[in-house]
């Protein structure tokens, strides 16, 4: 306990949090902790856990995401793996929305499979039977990822401190588990009826039960508890495409076709 204290004195971990918070309520960039701090990736979870709460305050969490899926991107950030954020009730719009580019500072678009718990989570899930009844329901997504940051160099931890670029989300309808297999559901994005990507939920680890395995375990080795009805979004599949203006649609096996407008 004293070296935790200890270090939280030396980063000032609720100094970075309160600069955080403000920049997002005044729609500003994000300054990048790693310009001046060692910050290190636990602390950094510290960062976000405080720049969280202090969201929390004024509006729900509505879930946790996974982030930086790719190995490349982990790469680029010296990661050893996905991290993961939170998502908050604000960020939800509907299927058919109109959303403004300039509501976000540097908003890109991902397609996603998200999952609404069918229960309260607190321990590790260890079984595919467990996790899938845990899961009551599975859908299409759109993820309105803000990385928050300007163009200046960014490691993990200011990813992770910055509540990994969750800017916003578009769940599409929500279908039963036991009517999916998931493995099986691919999808294609377009935009104005161009082709932007195509991808597979088995892209995802080469199992996307496991990717949702590993997002509800790691959020609960964190000491987070998820909510029954919360939703987990597992991961972008296919690329994160600038929010260029225009009609994109995801059409997903299974999942069906949700679309938004980019103005």
């Given at each position: 306990m004293g070296d935790l204290c200890y270090h939280r004195r030396m980063i000032d971990i609720d100094a970075i949090a309160r600069g955080f918070h403000a920049a997002f309520r005044a729609g500003a960039l994000y300054a990048a902790p790693s310009?001046?701090?060692?910050?290190?990736?636990?602390?950094a979870y510290a960062v976000q856990d405080a720049f969280n709460a202090l969201r929390a305050a004024e509006e729900p969490i509505a879930?946790?995401?996974a982030g930086v899926n790719a190995q490349a991107a982990q790469r680029a950030l010296a990661l050893e793996?996905?991290?993961t954020g939170a998502l908050f009730a604000r960020g939800a719009r509907s299927p058919g929305a109109?959303?403004?580019?300039?509501?976000?500072?540097?908003?890109?678009?991902?397609?996603?499979?998200?999952?609404r718990t069918s229960r309260r989570i607190d321990r590790p899930i260890d079984t595919l039977a467990e996790l899938r009844a845990s899961i009551a329901t599975i859908a299409a997504m759109f993820e309105l990822a803000d990385p928050g940051f300007g163009r200046v160099p960014l490691k993990g931890p200011d990813m992770v401190a910055a509540n990994v670029a969750c800017g916003g989300f578009v769940e599409g309808p929500a279908h039963a588990v036991a009517g999916i297999d998931l493995n099986a559901v691919s999808l294609v994005l377009r935009r104005d009826g161009v082709v932007l990507h195509e991808a597979r939920a088995a892209d995802l680890l080469g199992d996307h039960w496991q990717a949702l395995a590993w997002l509800i375990n790691a959020l609960v080795a964190r000491g987070l508890v998820i909510d029954a009805g919360q939703l987990l979004m597992t991961g972008a599949l296919g690329s994160a495409q600038p929010a260029t203006p225009g009609v994109y649609e995801a059409a997903f096996t299974t999942l069906g076709t949700i679309a938004i407008t980019i103005v």
């Open positions: 310009a001046s701090l060692p910050l290190d990736l636990g602390q879930g946790y995401k793996g996905p991290i109109v959303i403004e580019r300039g509501a976000f500072r540097n908003l890109v678009i991902e397609t996603e499979v998200g999952f």
